[in-house]
Structures are given as C-alpha cells and as structure tokens.
C-alpha cells in the first residue's frame, strides 16, 4: 500500500466560491471616457473689464468735452470806450488754467490706459494691470476733484458774488461766459464719478 495514493475531492460551497471572487472586476467596456473639468474661463472679472473699457471711453468724452469748453470761453460785452474793453477769458484767473490743464491731462491718461484694460480682458485673472489702474486712477480722482472743486468755487462767485468782500456778481453782465464755465464743471465732475466707479471695478476685479 506505500505506492498507492489516495485522492481527496473537496467541493467548494457558494459562499466560498463568492469569497474568491476578485474585489474589483475589470470593466466591461473601455468606450468610457474620463471626465475632464475645463479650467474657469474670466467669467465675471472679463464683465467687469469690458465694462471698464466703457467708462474710460465714457470719462474721456467728460475730460476732453470740460477741457475744451473751458479753453474756448470768452465773452467780449458789446460797449466799450476808447481805452476800456470789457472781456471775459478763462485764462483770466488761474484756477481755470489749472482746470483746463488737470482735465486735458485726466483726458490722455484714460486714452492712454485702455490698452491696459483690454489686457484685463484678454487676462482677466492678472493682477499687476488691475493694481497699477487701480493706482493711477485713485490719482487721477485727486487731480481731477482738485480741479473741479476750484473753478466751482470761482464760478460760485461769478453767480453770486460776495457782498463782504465787495466782489460783484459778473453773471449778469457776462451771462454767456457764465453759462459755459458751469457747463465745464458739471462735465469734470461727471469724469470725477467715473473715475470713482473705475476705482471700484478695480477693486472688485482684485
């Protein structure tokens, strides 16, 4: 009996059929396709940049349109003597040459800044272009208020007058010359509003 062997059959039950089962099966098809998130294009920030592209177009007509109607204004009255001539020029009072030169300057800066903008929407995500607007426009919203606020002042005066000083009302004499200095004005702080809300696109952009 040393050479014979003995052979033993041992069956499996289910249970341990599932046991040996492979934990994770191979799929059946490979026609899946792994799903591929797209990076976040500009989205808002490009909105805003476009938008900001629209009021620097809109801030140059105010500066250009304030600076030239100031430069323009004069008013000669009709009755004059031999030795006197009654005229009215901007370049009179030095307030009006600072506010003819502020806005010619706030004009071209806002020219030569759109370029910068179309980079923001290009690249919306770059942050230099939108810190350095952010910059020069908070300057240029200094310059201009500066400006604005002195010839208000003179044109105050030209309306009104200042009976403690004894300085007449011009106005009435020079009503002309009058009416296109407000208009200037009204035109500077329209740009001063626009340059404001370019301040805080800027900053929301960030």
């Known amino acids: 009996m040393e050479g014979e062997s003995t052979t033993v059959n041992i069956t499996e039950t289910p249970k341990e ?3 040996k089962a492979p934990l994770l099966a ?12 797209k990076a976040p294009k500009g989205g808002y920030k490009r909105g805003l940049a476009v938008f900001d592209v629209v009021l620097r177009l ?9 600076a030239i109607a100031m430069g323009s204004t004069d008013q000669t009255l009709p009755f004059f003597t031999q030795f006197f001539q009654f005229k ?16 010619a300057i706030t004009a071209a800066y806002l ?8 980079v923001c929407i ?37 309306h009104n007058g200042n009976s403690d000083a004894n300085w007449p009302a011009i106005c009435q004499q020079f009503n002309d010359f009058c009416q296109e200095i407000s208009g200037a004005v009204v035109a500077s702080f329209l740009t ?15």
Do not use: W
Request: no cysteine; hydrophobic share 60%.
């Open 26 to 37: 191979p799929p059946a098809s490979s026609n899946i396709k792994p799903i591929v998130q």
């Open 122 to 158: 290009i690249r919306p995500h770059l942050v230099a272009p939108r810190v350095l607007l952010l910059f020069l426009d908070t300057v240029m919203v200094g310059l201009t208020t500066a400006a604005a606020g002195g010839a208000a002042s003179i044109v105050y005066l030209a």
């Open 111 to 118: 020219a030569l800044s759109i370029p910068i903008s179309i």
């Open 88 to 103: 009215a020029e901007f370049d009179d009072l030095p307030a009006f040459t600072f506010f003819v030169i502020a806005n």
């Open 192 to 206: 001063v509003v626009v340059l404001m809300f370019l301040i805080v696109l800027s900053a929301f952009s960030l």
């Open 58 to 66: 809109a801030g140059i007509a105010t500066a250009l349109g304030a």
């Open 17 to 19: 059929r599932k046991g």
